[in-house]
Nanobody, 124 residues
Framework: QVQLEESGGGLVQAGGSLRLSCTAS????????MGWFRQAPGKEREFVTA????????YYADSVKGRFTISRDNAKATIYLQMNSLKPEDTAVYYC?????????????????WGQGTQVTVSS
């Protein structure tokens, strides 16, 4: 497993942007696909996006396609989630996750390490 720490959440108006970051501990970042999931109040955790190792493939949920962009900086053991054109329905706690495999997946059971989450609130 790997330790993950998210940052960058906050309150933003609809139509605005935020960038989330997730930093992993050391060499444990190597060889791992990384993903973002989110959980809104009263709802189940859902897949948002994922990026493969070392970064050639990305995968997005339909609800965020064209608005969100995932990227990774392997030298910094960090992934990013750039969120544009935010909507109130994007309000959730966003979790960073690491998979022991290099390929992407939208299924949470493929990820073995999770961050504590960061709150994103989009006001209308």
């Amino acid at each position: 497993q790997v330790q993950l720490e998210e940052s960058g959440g906050g309150l933003v108006q609809a139509g605005g942007s935020l960038r989330l970051s997730c930093t992993a501990s050391g060499r444990a970042f190597v060889g791992r696909a990384m993903g973002w999931f989110r959980q809104a109040p009263g709802k189940e955790r859902e897949f948002v996006t994922a990026v493969s190792w070392p970064g050639g493939n990305t995968y997005y949920a339909d609800s965020v396609k064209g608005r969100f962009t995932i990227s990774r900086d392997n030298a910094k053991a960090t992934i990013y989630l750039q969120m544009n054109s935010l909507k109130p329905e994007d309000t959730a706690v966003y979790y960073c996750a690491a998979s022991p495999q290099p390929s992407t997946s939208s299924r949470s059971e493929f990820y073995d390490s999770w961050g504590q989450g960061t709150q994103v609130t989009v006001s209308s």
